[in-house]
């Protein structure tokens, strides 16, 4: 079975400086990986994704995440935060060719940045 | 765009109410999700549906079922709600195993 666990339930920072978000999952298969966002009183949305390939990914509001196959982690980065960052942040996988793409996320990860 | 839409953003129920939550999603997707979020607990999934009437448990089907008659929209039901079920309840659909899963902006249920 898979499983995800964000390693930090809440992050605080300061403005500008840099963050990272852990993630590490465990499956025996090989998997898809996602970073989503939660802005306060909405749904989730998608800041990026890892199918395949390069394993630094870039999303959107300039998010990047790296994916480690030996240690199972993809870790969300940005080098400097605003504001307008402070969100909720579920890292999710999914197993390639899984039935009806269920993807399976972690506790989630409350970045809050202070002025 | 996709978009994905949720029938209420609050509902406030009473114990041993049925309760409906509906969900529209608009671009032909084959699979749809119902999660509920709780803080600390992050999304739990609790049924989801691959095809037209088709339907599988997820992490915590108790004390609910689903119903999904087409293709667009799939609906989550609380034969009898209790207190526990308090919480936010989110909507996804998603095509396939590559693509993004898009959600609804949920609805706060409050069971009294």
């Known amino acids: 079975a898979q499983s995800v666990t964000q390693l930090d339930s809440q992050v605080p920072v300061f403005e500008e400086a840099p963050v990272e978000l852990r993630c590490n999952y465990s499956?025996?298969?090989?998997?898809?990986l996602f970073w989503y966002v939660q802005y306060p009183n909405q749904g989730l949305q998608l800041l990026l994704k890892?199918?395949?390939?390069?394993?630094l990914v870039k999303g959107i509001n300039g998010f990047e995440a790296e994916f480690n196959k030996s240690q199972t982690s993809f870790h969300l980065r940005k080098p400097s935060v605003h504001i307008s960052d402070t969100a909720e942040y579920f890292c999710a996988v999914s197993d390639i060719g899984g039935q009806g793409g269920k993807l399976i996320f972690g506790q989630g990860t409350e970045l809050s940045v202070k002025p | 765009d996709v978009k994905v839409t949720q029938s209420s953003r609050y509902l406030v129920k009473r114990t041993g109410e049925k309760v409906f939550l509906e969900c529209v999603q608009d671009?032909?997707?084959?699979?749809m999700f119902w999660y509920r979020q709780d803080p600390g607990l992050g999304l739990r999934l609790i049924y989801f549906?691959?095809?037209?009437?088709?339907?599988e448990k997820g992490d915590i089907p108790e004390g609910y079922s689903v119903s999904r008659e087409k293709k667009e929209r799939f609906s989550l039901i609380l034969e009898s709600a209790s207190t526990n079920q308090t919480s936010m309840y989110l909507c996804a659909s998603r095509k396939g195993g590559r693509d993004e899963q898009y959600f609804g902006p949920g609805t706060r249920l409050t069971v009294t």
């Open positions: 549906s691959y095809d037209v009437k088709m339907k």
């Open positions: 890892y199918l395949s390939g390069s394993t």
């Open positions: 499956s025996s298969v090989s998997v898809y």
């Open positions: 671009m032909d997707h084959e699979n």
